[in-house]
């Protein structure tokens, strides 16, 4: 018997559904991870919390491509972030199959909410206990969007999820503007990891995505890449700040 | 609204969230490898990779050559097996299994971070699906891998895995990762002999106890000789005496 055929996300008497409620603590008391939209591009970073210097970093990956135009990046239970970093790969090259180029965001996004929504109604599962900020550049330009472990996303200039997003979120609220570059962006964005962060940041503490727009030599085209920021570029930010 | 949230009861029983957001089962499945009573020890050097466990044999009536939580996955990769015995017998064959498969499919082994990656990203599936519980044991692998040399992984009920330098699982393992972290700060990597020699060091250490032959299961990756493999009893008491003889 491989299969419950029931549900284990069920309405509790007052209408909530307790698990996605559950799952959204399990995000809270996850590591920080904020998101800036700048007018040229996106960028994503994150705290790695290693519990013991005994880790090597290098085989951490709490931040994902997946496709070259999309990052993703997580706060919550690692190990349910692997899913949905395969399934949100997968789904991107059995779009390139059909259309030949990268998903927008917008869709990617809307398939793989739709997976996570369907571990709050199937039988026998539980909802992932991570909430995600997906970061791309497409023919709308840069967009940032966040999913929740009930399926729910949303569209956002700035945002942070996981432990101190409350404060982040007020931090970010002061500093953003509409016209930010990508330079700047990328400033506040480790300035708002610094606010929360205990201890000293150094550059192997903090993962920093950006997805700019490059233009090609050959064609003149420009395309939007995905990328993590090397160790020596998060250093170089680093020292700007202190 | 109000702050306390009841849980519906069965938190407990199967993998689903409490309130606070935690995974029962996968805490209660890490106490399981606690109970078991035994600590095993992962080291990395910068040429080899070392995993040394305790022997117990618990009954002397016992065929104690076929006591082993030390198994071989695939020529160059192994693995020691921490917690609840049967379950790590089925990881360990799930394990062969799946490099196995990889060698078929692609052509070539499959390196330990990747073995790693699958043995997680099957646990992971436990702690989300109701109809399997989380397995009771933590898997510490080491492995040659050709491009990267000497590589060491541990995987855990919850589906986390990483890298490391050095670890340690069971019943001692923090004691084991609070001694490990004082004798490698920061990016020192231990060469030739001095790996196996920490990783025996700190089984003394945490288990207050000196080691005979019979007591301890070790096996080893090397640059010399890239294929997993244990060491016999004869080759852990030259061993246990040349590092006696070094104090």
Not at chain 2, 91 to 106: D, L, P, S, T
Request: charged share 20%; with cysteine.
């Amino acid at each position: 018997m491989d299969r419950y055929s029931f549900s284990l996300t069920t309405f509790a008497p007052n209408g909530k559904l307790l698990q996605i409620e559950h799952a959204l603590a399990a995000v809270g008391n996850g590591s920080t991870s904020v998101g800036i939209k700048a007018a040229n591009g996106v960028v994503i970073a994150t705290e790695k919390k290693t519990g013991s210097s005994l880790i090597e970093v290098s085989s951490l990956e709490h931040m994902a491509m997946v496709c070259d135009s999309i990052g993703m990046v997580y706060s919550g239970m690692g190990p349910d972030f692997r899913v949905l970093v395969n399934s949100a790969r997968k789904m991107a090259q059995k779009y390139k199959r059909i259309y030949m180029e990268d998903p927008p965001v917008r869709i990617l996004v809307k398939e793989l909410a739709s997976v996570m929504q369907e571990f709050t109604q199937s039988g026998g599962v539980r909802p992932f206990g991570v909430s995600l900020l997906l970061a791309g550049v497409d023919e709308r330009g840069p967009n940032l969007y966040q999913v929740d472990p009930s399926g729910s996303y949303f569209p956002w200039k700035a945002t942070a999820i996981g432990k101190n997003m409350v404060n982040s979120k007020t931090f970010l609220e002061k500093r953003f503007n509409g016209d930010m570059d990508l330079e700047d962006a990328v400033h506040t964005a480790i300035l708002t990891l610094k606010e929360g962060f205990e201890g000293q940041m150094t550059e192997h503490a903090i993962d920093v995505g950006i997805v700019n727009v490059i233009p090609s030599a050959e064609s003149g085209k420009s395309t939007p890449t995905f990328q993590r920021l090397t160790p020596a570029e998060i250093k170089d930010y680093l020292a700007n700040i202190l | 609204m109000g702050s306390r949230s009841a849980s519906a009861g069965y938190d407990r029983q199967i993998t689903i969230f409490s309130p606070e957001g935690r995974l029962f089962q996968v805490e209660y499945a890490f106490k399981a490898i606690s109970n078991a009573g035994l600590t095993s020890v992962g080291v990395c050097g910068k040429d080899s990779a070392v995993i040394v466990t305790q022997k117990k044999v618990p009954d002397k009536l016992i065929d104690a050559s076929t006591v082993t939580h030390i198994f071989q996955i695939s020529p160059s990769i192994g693995c020691v097996m921490t917690g609840l015995e049967p379950d790590g017998r089925n990881q360990v064959m799930r394990a062969r299994q799946e490099a196995a498969e990889f060698k078929y499919k692609h052509g070539y082994s499959i390196t330990p971070d990747l073995l790693a990656k699958r043995m997680a990203n099957i646990n992971q599936v436990y702690t989300q699906k109701a109809f399997m519980r989380p397995l009771g044991v933590s898997m510490i692998l080491i492995g040659w891998d050709e491009e990267r040399g000497p590589q060491l992984y541990k995987t855990d009920p919850a589906g986390y895995f990483a890298g490391y330098r050095a670890t340690a699982a069971g019943a001692k393992h923090q004691e084991a990762f609070n001694y490990l972290e004082k004798k490698l700060k920061a990016d020192v990597q231990p060469c030739a002999d001095d790996t196996l020699e920490l990783a025996v060091a700190t089984m003394s250490s945490v288990l207050s106890a000196s080691f005979k032959a019979q007591d301890l299961e070790i096996a080893v990756v090397t640059k010399e000789n890239p294929v997993f493999r244990m060491l016999t009893v004869e080759e852990i008491d030259a061993e246990l005496s040349r590092i006696a003889e070094k104090d």
